[in-house]
């Protein structure tokens, strides 16, 4: 495992769900994002994936996909991912879909990608608290109720 | 509160082959059926994660490696590396340093990201010197260019 080249990573990218069309193997990314807004921390996302897509990989790779709070850079989720790359004369595209993942506070987050110990890419993901929307305030005005 | 790792729920990842484009002869025109999606269906059953941990707790463990790291890319499309180049990690003045002992470079940043960031770009740099056509170097520089081209070669494709 650990002779396989290093591969690169082209490109790598969080969104809300990927799908892969049978037939060309076309994936659609629908709702990429880099922020998070939320009235309430702790939260947890509900849908959440990753897309990556690599070049020069061939062969057998452990990759790591940690979550890491960026304030302290403490790590709040660990995802451990072994593949077989077949071919390194075209691309790859690696596809985590993940539930419920947590962030515990806003602040600046950061996906990064390893191949056992070695450090290949990263994303940055902003959550943001924000004021409430919608709904009625309480204790409700006379006029709403 | 300590912190307790426990399983995620459900993750689940593929390793797929890219997309192809399919486009029609230019004689047989647009035609109805060509406007319309191709046929969904679920996907097969996908690869369990090997390993999913969230970790739980008011304390959670730290993510910066200890002593050292590897670096695996150079963010550039032009060069890719040969082997990871092994950094010691250490903190200075609230900021993370990277170095490598063998040409004696750093990076730094605010985070261990950003200090692999700022250590990528001074390593490119300092490739694209030394190997600038009109370049006289020194021994000492000579030995530099040497190790970097044992880590770091020109990509071809």
Not at chain 2, 48 to 71: D, F, H, N, W, Y
């Amino acid at each position: 495992m650990a002779d396989a080249p290093i591969p690169s990573v082209v490109a790598m990218l969080i969104c809300d769900q990927i799908i892969n069309e049978e037939g060309t193997n076309k994936k659609s990314l629908i709702g990429v994002f880099e922020n998070v807004n939320s009235p309430i921390f702790p939260l947890l996302i509900p849908r959440l994936a990753v897309y990556v897509k690599l070049v020069d990989a061939r062969g057998v790779y452990l990759f790591k996909l940690r979550f890491v709070r960026l304030k302290d850079e403490s790590l709040v989720a660990d995802f451990g991912i072994q593949g077989n790359i077949g071919d390194s004369s075209h691309h790859s595209e690696l596809v985590l879909n993940v539930g419920n993942l947590p962030i515990p506070e806003p602040g600046k987050y950061e996906f990064q990608l390893y191949y056992e110990d070695i450090f290949l890419h990263r994303v940055t993901i902003d959550a943001v608290q924000v004021q409430a929307q919608g709904g009625i305030p309480w204790p409700p005005s006379p006029s709403k109720l | 509160m300590a912190a307790v790792a426990v399983e995620i729920i459900k993750p689940t990842f593929e390793i797929l082959t890219p997309g192809t484009l399919e486009v029609a002869e230019p004689s047989s025109g647009v035609t109805k059926e060509a406007l319309q999606l191709p046929r969904q269906t679920p996907p097969p059953p996908q690869q369990p994660m090997t390993q999913a941990v969230l970790i739980m707790g008011s304390t959670l463990p730290s993510a910066r490696p200890e002593k050292q790291i590897c670096l695996g890319v150079l963010r550039d499309p032009e060069y890719r590396l040969r082997k990871p180049i092994p950094l010691s990690v250490s903190v200075e003045e609230s900021e993370v340093v990277l170095a490598w002992s063998e040409i004696d470079e750093f990076g730094r940043g605010e985070t261990t990201s950003a200090a692999l960031d700022d250590f990528g770009e001074t390593l490119r740099e300092l490739y694209s010197k030394l190997h600038a056509p009109e370049v006289r170097l020194g021994a000492d520089l000579q030995r530099v260019k040497q190790v970097l081209d044992e880590y770091i070669e020109p990509r071809t494709r």
